[in-house]
C-alpha cells in the first residue's frame, strides 16, 4: 500500500515531489485533487482486520452498519459475504422468523469506485394478542454491496390469520388456522415465488441464501442457511432451521460458535412452545428461542439470525438479528 503526500498552492509541489511520490506508488493531493500514482491499490471502508491479523494472510473489511468500500488506485478481486437481516418471529403462538440469506460470491473483480454497503436491520418483534398481523409486518431487510443483494428474513406466522412470509430464508407457520411455513430462496425455489417475492432474480437461483421454514406441522421453526426449520413434534420440536460456518474466517468477535470451528451465521428462529415444549430453541448461527413460557428471544444482533416466536399470552416474539458484510480482498 502507497504512503500518502498532500500538497497545496503555496507549499512547494513540483514535478520532482511528484515523481518521488510515484517512486513510492504514493498518492499525492494538489489543489485538493486526489492524483492516484501506479502501484496504488487502496481499499478502505468498514472495520479493517489487517492480512497479518488472518489466517489467510489477506486484508477483511467488515461491515456492521452502512457504509461504502472505496476501492482506488487499481483493480482488484473480492470475496463478498453478504447477510441480511433476520426475520421477527410471529406473535401468539408464532412461527419462528426465517434468517436473513448467507451469500457467499468468491473471487469476484471489482474495479476503481464506491460501493455503497447497506446493512439490513432485523424484523421487529410483535406483541402478542388476538388476532395477531401477517408475518409481513415481522421481515427483516435486505444487505447489499452494490448490486449484490442478500434477501431479508421471512417474518414467522402467528395463529388465527397469521401469515409467514417468504425471504432470504422463510419464515415457520403457526398453529390454531396461522398459515403455513414459507419458502427460502434456493434452487428448488418455485419459479412463482421468484417472480413475486423475489424480483428480478433468475430461476433456477444458482446460489442458495436460504431454506424454508418447518414443514408440515405448525407451529414451526424459522429456516435457516443451513437447513430447514422443524415442525412440531419433531425431535427437536418447533426449532428453528440451523445456520451456517461463514466461509470468511472471521475473528470470534462476530458470528457465534457452532458444531464446528469457525462462526456461524443465519440461524432460523424457534417456533412457539406450545403445548408442553418449552422455549423451542433457535438454531445454531443466532437464532432466537421461541416463546412458552415467556416471550421469544431476540436473535443475535449481526448474524441474520430469526427472532423466536411468541407463546400463548402476555409478552412477545423476538426480533431478528442485524445483517453483516464481510470483504476479504485479495490482492
Not at 473483480?109 to 436491520?121: E, H, L, W
Not at 443483494?149 to 422463510?170: E, I, P, Q, R
Not at 432460523?268 to 421461541?290: I, K, L, M
Request: charged share 5%.
Amino acid at each position: 500500500m502507497g504512503r500518502h503526500y498532500r500538497g497545496y498552492i503555496g507549499y512547494g509541489v513540483t514535478s520532482s515531489m511528484y515523481d518521488y511520490a510515484n517512486t513510492l506508488g504514493g498518492i499525492i493531493t494538489q489543489y485538493d485533487r486526489n492524483v492516484t500514482l501506479a502501484g496504488s491499490l487502496l481499499t478502505t471502508g468498514g472495520t479493517l482486520i489487517p492480512a497479518a491479523s488472518t489466517p489467510d494472510g489477506y486484508d477483511y473489511h467488515v461491515f456492521q452498519t452502512s457504509g461504502s468500500l472505496d476501492i482506488s488506485g487499481g483493480s482488484t478481486n473480492c470475496d463478498l459475504m453478504i447477510i441480511a437481516g433476520g426475520g421477527g418471529g410471529g406473535g401468539r403462538l408464532g412461527g419462528g422468523g426465517g434468517a436473513g440469506g448467507y451469500l457467499y460470491l468468491p473471487n469476484v473483480p471489482m474495479g476503481p469506485g464506491n460501493y455503497a454497503v447497506v446493512i439490513g436491520a432485523g424484523g421487529p418483534d410483535l406483541a402478542v394478542g388476538w388476532p395477531n398481523g401477517p408475518g409481513a409486518n415481522q421481515q427483516g431487510s435486505d444487505t447489499t454491496l452494490g448490486s449484490y443483494k442478500a434477501w431479508g428474513g421471512g417474518g414467522g406466522s402467528s395463529d388465527n390469520g397469521g401469515t409467514a412470509m417468504h425471504g432470504g430464508s422463510g419464515g415457520g407457520g403457526a398453529t390454531n388456522a396461522g398459515g403455513p411455513s414459507k419458502d427460502g430462496l434456493n434452487p428448488t425455489t418455485p419459479s412463482p415465488i421468484i417472480t413475486s417475492d423475489f424480483p428480478g432474480e433468475s430461476h433456477p437461483y444458482p446460489y442458495t441464501q436460504g431454506y424454508p421454514g418447518g414443514s408440515p406441522g405448525v407451529p414451526a421453526g424459522g429456516g435457516g442457511a443451513g437447513g430447514a426449520g422443524l415442525a412440531y413434534a419433531t425431535p427437536c420440536s418447533s426449532c428453528g432451521g440451523p445456520g451456517k460456518v461463514g466461509d470468511i474466517p472471521v475473528p470470534a468477535s462476530y458470528g457465534t460458535p457452532g458444531p464446528t470451528p469457525g462462526r456461524w451465521f443465519c440461524g432460523g428462529g424457534g417456533g412457539s412452545g406450545w403445548p408442553g415444549y418449552s422455549n423451542p430453541s433457535g438454531g445454531v448461527g443466532g437464532g432466537g428461542a421461541g416463546g412458552e413460557p415467556g416471550s421469544g428471544t431476540d436473535a443475535t444482533a449481526n448474524t441474520g439470525g430469526g427472532g423466536g416466536g411468541g407463546p400463548i399470552t402476555g409478552g412477545t416474539s423476538g426480533t431478528g438479528g442485524s445483517g453483516i458484510c464481510v470483504v476479504r480482498v485479495l490482492a
